[in-house]
Structure formats: C-alpha cells, structure tokens
C-alpha cells in the first residue's frame, strides 16, 4: 500500500523519497533504507515531516533509527505501519525526549482503498500533532480518526 499512498502524496505537490520503488521523475529513488521516508518540504517553517511504512516491527525501529539522528526538534515523524504498540509507544517516548512529534497510525482499506485516498486511518499520539498531520492524511484517506495517545493507532 506504500505506493499508492505515496503517488498520492505526489499528486498533492509534497517532494517524496522512496526505498525501492516508485522511481519516477517526481520521486528520488533511494537504495538504502536509512533514505525510506517521505518527505513534505512545503510546512510550516521549513520543518520536513517524515512518512515511514515498514513491513513489520524491526523493520520500522530500523527505519526510524537509522533516520533518528538528522531529525531535529519540531519534525514529525508518521508511522504508517501495523506493528507492536509497545514498539510505537517506546519510538514515541524516545523521539519526544527530543522535542520530536510522533504518531502512529496504521491504515485499513487494502491497495484500492490506498489508490483512491479512501483508507481508514486510526491514529496515536499527541492532539497537535494530529492536527498537524490532517492535511496529509486527509489526502490518504476519508475517516481519519485520532484513537488515543502513542500506540492506540494500533
């Protein structure tokens, strides 16, 4: 579902890299996963928010520590992935240690719901950044509901 959520970003103006697929003209391919977000460039005061969708749970703690280091304080980091809610829970504390915002939040829909913007997405974390992210996911998606604190996405 990675894809299509990502083509959709794409369509809606936001510079996206990704891990091995989509390589367009509108994209930057990257081979390396320590290079597998999305990137929005067009946010308040310059900040990049960061998309990652892992295939599991070790695959998303790899993701956001090999990223970790270049985020600096205000970014937000968006997990779309299904995993543990113990691992969202602990990524969130560790990157808000850092003044970073972090939401967890997994998608139901399946690949069309991703092609059309029609997915459910079940989001974790703070209120402001909720409100933050609505324009993304409002572009992924029709119901988008903010669950509880880090982890209730899951």
Known sequence: MGAPMARRLLQAGHRVRVFKSLAR?????????RDYRIRRHRVRRGRRDRFCHGADTPDVEAIVAKIEPALKAGQLVIDMSTISPMAERTIAARLRSRSIDYLDAPVSGGDVGAREGTLTIMVGGDAAAFERAQPLFERLGRRVTLMGPSGAGR
Request: proline content about 0%; hydrophobic content about 10%.
């Open 25 to 33: 003209k509108s994209t930057r391919a990257c081979h390396r996963r």
